[in-house]
């Protein structure tokens, strides 16, 4: 895998190169890269190195500092049909205008992962849209369960936030195109709070932030390097079950982590501005197969909301 980074410091946090070489370049030449690593880094001088890595990746920047989500900025090389990479990743170690879903602002300081991961399947794909988002969700569920003393604690609250305890750990999103009934493009952005627990306000869809550090001992340390090694094949690994066996397979996971499924909920409506208005409330029955939620005595399942989940 190609590393790139504008900083080998922090770079070397969370990879270790080759014989630990870092080539110093003006411009990024390669053509599979360049126009979407030069932009990354902007103006900052640009380092170059490799690690070995599963075949799925074949290249890395890594960013101590982004001005821009570059979530956003892979998509919008998307939509103008600029050919990006598969296998590509996208690192932060902090940043600004970050965001989770429906362009919520996502606090990002550093000592956590800001990760954007980019597929190009160029092929069909059952339920891809919802199917990664499950992909995202379930990958980051599956690396905290390798650190020790976190196997199976952390759980997914409809549709996209991984808690532990209650509390909210990671957010995922997901962007996809196609043409035809050819997918085209995918790409996951992943946030999780491995060191530092961000400063939020909260409220009753979030009414508290963790870090992964915060479950664990003070002795017991939490990586990044650790958590991005363990993502990322896992992303590799639940990527491949997509593609070849389809999504049902990862749906079944979801639903066994889900936290919601036999519990009281209230699902209100999804405003950026105004009053919240509550649609529906009730103990869930089942998510389905479009991650529709099944409430109790509800004949019509709920399809679209921010949740609260109150017990």
């Given at each position: ?52 890595s599963i ?79 499950i ?35 990671s ?16 790409s ?45 094949n ?17 749906l ?38 479009n ?21």
């Open positions: 895998m190609q590393i790139y980074t504008d900083d080998i410091e922090y770079a070397e946090t969370i990879v270790s190169p080759l014989e630990e070489q870092w080539e110093s370049i003006v411009t990024v030449t390669d053509t599979n890269i360049s126009i979407i690593a030069n932009d990354l880094f902007s103006d900052s001088p640009i380092y170059r190195s490799s690690v070995d075949t799925l990746w074949q290249y890395l920047s890594i960013a101590e500092i982004s001005q821009f989500s570059q979530y956003d900025k892979v998509n919008d090389l998307c939509r103008r049909n600029v050919k990006i990479p598969h296998g590509l990743l996208c690192l932060a170690g902090q940043g600004n205008n970050f965001h989770g879903f429906r362009n919520r602002h996502w606090e990002s300081p550093p000592g956590n992962i800001y990760l954007t991961a980019y597929f190009a399947p160029d092929q069909p794909i059952d339920h891809f849209g919802i199917g990664f988002v992909l995202a969700a379930i990958s980051v569920v599956d690396a905290i369960d390798a650190l020790p003393g976190l196997a199976n604690r952390a759980g997914i609250k409809w549709v996209n936030d991984i808690l532990i305890d209650g509390a909210k750990v957010g995922v999103l997901a962007f996809t195109q196609q043409e035809g009934d050819n997918v085209t493009s995918a996951l952005g992943i946030g999780i709070n491995v060191k530092t627990t961000p400063i939020v306000d909260p409220t009753p869809f979030v009414p508290k932030a963790a870090s992964l550090s915060d479950f664990r001992g003070d002795s017991e340390k939490c990586e990044s390097r650790f958590i991005f090694e363990k993502l990322i896992a992303l590799n690994d639940n990527y491949e079950i997509l593609v070849s066996k389809g999504y049902r397979e990862l079944d996971r979801y639903r066994e982590r889900s936290l919601i499924i036999g519990h009281e909920v209230e699902i209100c409506s999804d405003k950026s501005s105004g009053d919240i208005e509550l649609l529906a409330e009730g103990i869930v029955s089942g998510i389905g197969d991650l529709e939620l099944h409430l109790q005595g509800r004949s019509k399942p709920i399809t679209r909301g921010r949740l609260i989940l109150k017990s």
